[in-house]
């Protein structure tokens, strides 16, 4: 039997009962790698996806974790951005998406300085965690899942101009608009 969405969603509420830290998190991102490779998932939940932009597809109430698709019309680079106090699992489905975390520099301004860039593809996922300062670039015919600690279009995040050491606090979209992140 293929891994389902009810078998992730019902592993990752565990996991998170048990360990909502870092390694938490890592085997989060295993198990989206794992989803990521069935054939029934990606029919029901990816490649059926007509609509441009995101979709909850599901939403935990115990745990608060989602779960969200995209299916991306347009190439798109998001500025450096963190998610605030959740974390974030990215689950490349189709196409590509290139992740670059950032640090601040070591002269403590708020200026940034790209610290490691790498490339999702299909079948791959990425964590970034709690405060982590990442930016996403794709092209157009993206998809790609995306698992979150809590609900994002709650969570007031941190969006920074990398040149100017601006940094900027804000909630992220709402349900149904294409993601910052």
């Known amino acids: 039997m293929e891994y389902s969405l009810e078998k992730f969603c019902a592993e990752t509420r565990s996991i998170l009962q048990t360990s909502d830290n870092r390694d938490g998190r890592e085997l989060i991102r295993q198990k989206l ?3 990521l490779c069935s054939d029934e998932f990606c029919r029901t ?3 059926t996806q007509d609509e441009s932009g995101k979709r909850q597809i599901y939403s935990d109430d ?3 974790f ?5 299916n991306m019309p347009t ?3 998001s500025p450096p951005h963190d998610h605030g106090d959740s974390w974030a699992v990215y689950g490349q489905a189709a196409k590509h998406t290139d992740m670059t ?3 601040s520099l070591p002269d ?3 200026k940034l300085d790209p610290l490691r860039t790498f490339r999702l593809n299909p079948g791959e996922a990425g964590l970034f965690d709690v405060r982590e300062i990442h930016s996403i670039q794709y092209p157009a015919g993206a998809k790609f899942v995306r698992v979150t600690g809590v609900d994002m279009s709650k969570e007031t ?3 920074f101009n990398p040149e100017t050491g601006a940094v900027k606090e804000t909630a992220s979209a709402g349900a149904g608009t294409a993601p910052t992140s």
Do not use: F, K, M, P
């Open 101 to 103: 975390i950032w640090e």
């Open 108 to 110: 403590g301004s708020l």
């Open 45 to 47: 939940y990816v490649a």
């Open 33 to 35: 790698e794992q989803l």
């Open 157 to 159: 995040r941190r969006v």
């Open 66 to 70: 989602c779960v969200l698709v995209y």
């Open 75 to 77: 190439d798109r680079t």
């Open 62 to 64: 115990e745990t608060q």
